[in-house]
């Protein structure tokens, strides 16, 4: 099974930008469905954006025209660009594969606060 390590979290200030990466352990190439999700405490996990191996993309409401979702399979990363983050981005964020989902694993995550 592949693993998944994120990266990328930090504080930033409202308005500000962050790329979060996800490198897998193995090619990612045949990874039909990849996505990042987020969680703050006393919530359940929101799926943020997803993407498909052919390049199809899927975002929450919420974050549609401020993040994107990319991946390149070369480098077996997955990325997720955010721009004008606002202060209800804060947030650990996680990668995943659609299997890994089903089968309840989940990284570490990485924190992102967005502050001034």
């Known amino acids: 099974q592949v693993q998944l390590v994120e990266s990328g979290g930090g504080l930033v200030h409202p308005g500000g930008s962050l790329r979060l990466s996800c490198a897998a352990s193995r090619s990612i190439f045949s990874i039909n469905i990849m996505g990042w999700y987020r969680q703050t405490p006393g ?5 943020v954006a997803q ?6 993309t899927n975002y929450a409401d919420s974050v549609k025209g401020r993040f994107t979702i990319s991946r390149d399979n ?7 660009q955010m721009n004008s983050l606002k202060p209800e981005d804060t947030a650990v964020y996680y990668c995943n594969t659609g299997l890994r989902v089903r089968q309840g694993s989940w990284g570490q995550g990485t924190q992102v606060t967005v502050s001034s």
Request: glycine share 12%; net charge positive; hydrophobic share 35%.
């Open 74 to 80: 070369a480098k077996n990363t997955m990325y997720l």
């Open 51 to 56: 993407i498909t191996s052919g390049g199809i």
């Open 43 to 47: 919530k359940q996990r929101e799926l």
